[in-house]
């Protein structure tokens, strides 16, 4: 199996999403690329944490996301953060960019799965990974599904996982996080 993980992020808590993600994959044995979307406007926020700030500047090396980089994986991860109830912009900037993957069939039969954050639960999150699925079986991919059982006695939406930052800069993601996604990986790669 290989995977690639294609997040955008402003404050870092996506990028810690993904590169958990990434890690938890590679750990288990499969190929993973880890990519963040263009974002030529992002500036540094000077009110962070020097944790916070180390994160976004380790964030900043991560290679830029190209179309072509999809077209190889048999897993494909995105995500976003949530903005009004959709991904951001530059997200769907990305998303759009695709056309051609589109138009010669060439994401047909791969697999989606979404991941976001979002500042509280009513932040619109679920929508967030609806804009992501649909966007996937647009494409022709298959979304999957958050089990309800990814993490005995804890909720999960089943459209992806959500990491409420409660409108924090990213300095680590909450313990209940890590355990879903690290659940998650390990029925990603039994999936194959």
């Given at each position: 199996?290989?995977?690639?993980?294609?997040?955008?992020?402003?404050?870092?808590?996506?990028?810690?999403?993904?590169?958990?993600?990434?890690?938890?994959?590679?750990?288990?044995?499969?190929?993973?690329?880890?990519?963040?979307?263009?974002?030529?406007?992002?500036?540094?926020?000077?009110?962070?944490?020097?944790?916070?700030?180390?994160?976004?500047?380790?964030?900043?090396?991560?290679?830029?996301?190209?179309?072509?980089?999809?077209?190889?994986?048999?897993?494909?991860?995105?995500?976003?953060?949530?903005?009004?109830?959709?991904?951001?912009?530059?997200?769907?900037?990305?998303?759009?960019?695709?056309?051609?993957?589109?138009?010669?069939?060439?994401?047909?039969?791969?697999?989606?799965?979404?991941?976001?954050?979002?500042?509280?639960?009513?932040?619109?999150g679920i929508l967030?990974?609806?804009?992501?699925?649909?966007?996937?079986?647009?494409m022709g991919m298959?979304?999957?599904?958050?089990?309800?059982?990814?993490?005995?006695?804890?909720?999960?939406?089943?459209?992806g996982i959500i990491?409420?930052?409660?409108?924090?800069?990213?300095?680590?993601?909450?313990?209940?996080?890590?355990?879903?996604?690290?659940?998650?990986?390990?029925?990603?790669?039994?999936?194959?």
């Amino acid at each position: 199996m290989k995977a690639v993980v294609v997040f955008h992020s402003i404050y870092g808590n996506d990028y810690l999403l993904a590169k958990a993600f990434a890690s938890e994959l590679k750990s288990a044995g499969p190929e993973v690329g880890l990519y963040r979307v263009a974002d030529p406007d992002w500036v540094e926020k000077p009110d962070i944490s020097e944790k916070a700030r180390g994160i976004l500047r380790e964030m900043r090396v991560v290679p830029e996301a190209q179309p072509k980089v999809l077209e190889s994986a048999d897993v494909i991860i995105l995500g976003s953060p949530t903005y009004f109830g959709n991904v951001t912009a530059e997200m769907k900037a990305f998303m759009d960019s695709t056309g051609g993957l589109w138009f010669h069939g060439k994401l047909i039969g791969k697999k989606c799965v979404a991941f976001t954050s979002a500042g509280n639960a009513e932040g619109g999150g679920i929508l967030c990974l609806q804009a992501i699925h649909t966007y996937a079986m647009y494409m022709g991919m298959t979304c999957l599904p958050v089990p309800v059982t990814l993490v005995p006695g804890e909720n999960w939406p089943a459209l992806g996982i959500i990491h409420y930052s409660n409108g924090k800069q990213a300095e680590a993601l909450d313990v209940k996080t890590e355990r879903a996604i690290k659940n998650y990986c390990a029925f990603l790669v039994k999936m194959g």
